[in-house]
């Protein structure tokens, strides 16, 4: 059956020049005291939290990537609503400020998955595909 209604508009999320310049500067130190102080100044801004969740989740400490991840997610979420998205419809992959939320989600599937959450997992996992599955495609080979 094909779905006759429209569509959503795509979300786009607005820059942060500060917030992107504050991860310019912490990556040049690259080290997770460098984007923790990103994170805490900036706490809305999810790209800050999904470095902090992949540096755990690559250093083995699965937990606290989870609890990242999960932050810099509803974070993400907050923003969504706060430009027009209404729970559903696209978040694309190619605008680059809505990169930090939709990484934060895709290691929150990952992370859910590794603590045994496999429900969550999976909906983290198909809401990252419904969202984009452009972005799905790109964060499955990383």
């Not at 094909?2 to 310049?21: F, I, K, M």
């Not at 540096?55 to 400490?61: D, V």
């Not at 991840?69 to 694309?92: C, F, S």
């Amino acid at each position: 059956m094909q779905n006759l209604l429209p569509e959503p508009p795509a979300t786009l999320l607005p820059g942060d020049v500060a917030a992107e310049a504050a991860l310019a500067e912490a990556r040049e130190t690259d080290t997770d005291e460098a984007y923790a102080s990103v994170a805490a100044r900036f706490p809305t801004f999810s790209a800050a939290w999904s470095i902090l969740a992949a540096r755990a989740f690559e250093s083995g400490q699965v937990v606290p990537a989870y609890a990242f991840a999960r932050t810099g997610y509803h974070r993400g979420l907050d923003q969504l609503r706060r430009n027009g998205w209404k729970g559903h419809g696209p978040v694309p992959w190619a605008h680059e400020p809505n990169r930090g939320f939709l990484r934060c989600l895709h290691l929150l599937s990952r992370a859910a998955g590794e603590i045994g959450e496999s429900d969550e997992a999976a909906r983290c996992a198909q809401f990252l595909r419904d969202c984009d599955p452009a972005a799905g495609d790109a964060l499955s080979s990383t």
